[in-house]
């Protein structure tokens, strides 16, 4: 019941195309959902985050859609880059009281933007 | 300001030997976590840290201890190390428990033969 899973495994986008990850989760105490990115030899960064009281989150060219009743919440990157080429991981925690701030990850997705 | 800063980079251990895997972070956060990756697992949480002085388990902590030694330290010890601890291992810092954005160090791959 802690899993998140995350599909695909990995992705091929040509430049200019969009990037759609997915991931599922079973806690429905989980209340944060974060994706981060990750870079070749570089820990991962926080790339942007939701909480289940918005259904969409937008920064710049990447959104987030989330999907309360499904369990479901997705990355999706708009006119992707060479440059986003990384792997995304999104990850799930919950922040009440007694707030740990410990993450559960996905499996991740390595992106791959093709010039 | 250096962020979260880990150390060493690389290691390579024979089966049997100790290590302590080091992390700072000079945020002045409170919590502290440890992680490991693995291909196709995502990251896995070992041991966390949510003030100083106090440290609990997390997903997969058997075959490890920590330490916070003060605010900005949170050290890995693998006491005996065995092939399957081979991993890529990151430490990351969060502010409170009203912030909940992790920041990761740069990682430390381990190789145990």
């Known amino acids: 019941q802690q899993q998140v899973k995350q599909s695909p495994q990995s992705l091929i986008v040509q430049k200019g195309g969009i990037s759609i990850i997915n991931c599922a989760y079973e806690?429905?105490?989980?209340?944060?959902f974060p994706w981060y990115q990750q870079f070749p030899g570089k820990g991962p960064a926080l790339l942007i985050a939701?909480?289940?009281?918005?259904s969409e989150k937008k920064e710049g060219r990447f959104t987030i859609s989330f999907n309360k009743s499904a369990k479901q919440f997705s990355l999706h990157i708009m006119d992707s880059q060479p440059g986003d080429s990384a792997t995304y991981f999104c990850a799930a925690s919950i922040r009440g009281s007694g707030n740990t701030g410990k993450l559960i990850f996905g499996q991740g997705t390595t992106l791959q933007v093709k010039p | 300001n250096a962020g979260v800063t880990q150390t060493p980079k690389f290691q390579v251990l024979k089966t049997g030997q100790s290590m302590t895997l080091q992390c700072a972070q000079d945020?002045?956060?409170?919590?502290m976590y440890w992680y490991r990756q693995d291909p196709g697992m995502g990251l896995r949480l070992i041991y966390y840290?949510?003030?100083?002085?106090?440290?609990d388990k997390g997903e997969v902590p058997n075959g490890y201890n920590v330490s916070r030694l003060n605010k900005r330290e949170f050290s890995l010890r693998l006491e005996s190390a065995a092939p399957s601890q081979t991993s890529v291992y990151f430490c990351?810092?969060?502010?409170?428990?009203?912030?909940?954005?992790?920041?990761f160090g740069p990682g430390t791959r381990l190789t145990v033969l």
């Open positions: 840290s949510a003030s100083e002085g106090t440290t």
């Open positions: 945020m002045n956060h409170n919590s």
């Open positions: 990351a810092s969060r502010r409170d428990h009203d912030y909940n954005e992790q920041f």
């Open positions: 806690n429905t105490a989980f209340d944060y």
């Open positions: 939701i909480r289940p009281d918005v």
